[in-house]
Nanobody, 121 residues
Framework: QVQLVESGGDLVQPGGSLRLSCAAS????????MGWYRQTPGKLRELVAS???????SYADSVKGRFTVSRNNAENTVYLQMNSLKPEDTAIYFC???????????????WGQGTQVTVSS
């Protein structure tokens, strides 16, 4: 098991930058897949970016070239650097860890509580 706490959300003007943090309650060295998702009212939660234990990254087309996901295993933290922010990036951003648990019978997802990002002038 793991608890995740996101931080760094804020109100920012279009074109601005933010860095979100996802702090885990334990070591993330053995958590192979961690990701950032976002959700707006009335819409499904969507994947923004993910990173594996080997630091292989993947991004939604809408954020490629603007967002960068990274992980610091020594700090038990995953980051999302967001540059050139647009109003359509406004959402609640969630961190997720996917962990294989034999007792659970497979992969289990753990979510943080989310952090609000608002891009507006």
């Amino acid at each position: 098991q793991v608890q995740l706490v996101e931080s760094g959300g804020d109100l920012v003007q279009p074109g601005g930058s933010l860095r979100l943090s996802c702090a885990a309650s334990r070591s993330i060295v053995n958590i192979n897949l961690m990701g950032w998702y976002r959700q707006t009212p009335g819409k499904l939660r969507e994947l923004v970016a993910s990173i594996t234990g080997e630091r292989i990254t993947s991004y939604a087309d809408s954020v490629k070239g603007r967002f960068t996901v990274s992980r610091n295993n020594a700090e038990n933290t995953v980051y999302l650097q967001m540059n050139s922010l647009k109003p359509e990036d406004t959402a609640i951003y969630f961190c997720k860890a996917a962990i294989f648990e034999a007792d659970y019978g497979g992969w289990r997802d753990y979510w943080g509580q989310g952090t609000q990002v608002t891009v507006s002038s």
